[in-house]
C-alpha cells in the first residue's frame, strides 16, 4: 500500500506493540492500524510498552484518504487543549497515526482506547473541554485571577449548601433587610 500522509512511502507490516499489527510507512514512519486489531490486541491481554521519551509529533493538516478505499478520512481531535487529530476511515475502521502520535496516545494513556476517540460521545466532551476552558479564561481576565479564585470558592461552597436558593437570593437582593 502507497502511504496516504507523504504519498512517498510504502506501508510495510510491523508491529506497534508486541502482538499489535500495523503497518509503517518507510518515509515519513506514519501508522496504518486497524481499530479492530487493537480492540482483539487488548482483549488478548496485550500491553504497552514502556514510553522511553517523548518523540516529536508530526501532524497532518490536509485531508487524508485511505490507503484502502481512496476515500476521505475524517479527522478526530485526541483530547481538549491538543490541536493533534487522528484520522479515521469510517468505511474500513482504519486509523492513520502520523509519526509520533502512537507514543502520545500512550502519553495520554489512550493507546489501548483509540476506539472511543472516534465516537460522538468522545468528541462532544472535548467539546464541552473546550468551552468550559475558554469561558473560564474570560472570567479570569475580566475579575482578575486572585478574584476568580475566591469567587470559585465561594460558588463550590455555596453549591453543596442545603439552602443554597435562599442564601443566592440573600446575595442578590439589593437590601436583603428589607424584606422586599
Known sequence: MNCTACSTGQLAPCFLEPGLRAHECNH?????LYVEDVVQWKAGGGKLGELDQMPEVEETA???TCPVTGRLMQKYRIVSGSSHKLDYSPHTGGLWLDKGEWSLLKEYALAGSVGNIVTEHWQRKIRTEDA???LEAVYRRKFGEANYRKLAEIRNWLADQENCA????FLLARDPYSGR
Open 28 to 32: 515519513c514512519g506514519g501508522h496504518w
Open 62 to 64: 490536509s485531508a487524508l
Open 132 to 134: 468550559k476552558a475558554s
Open 166 to 169: 435562599e442564601m443566592r437570593a
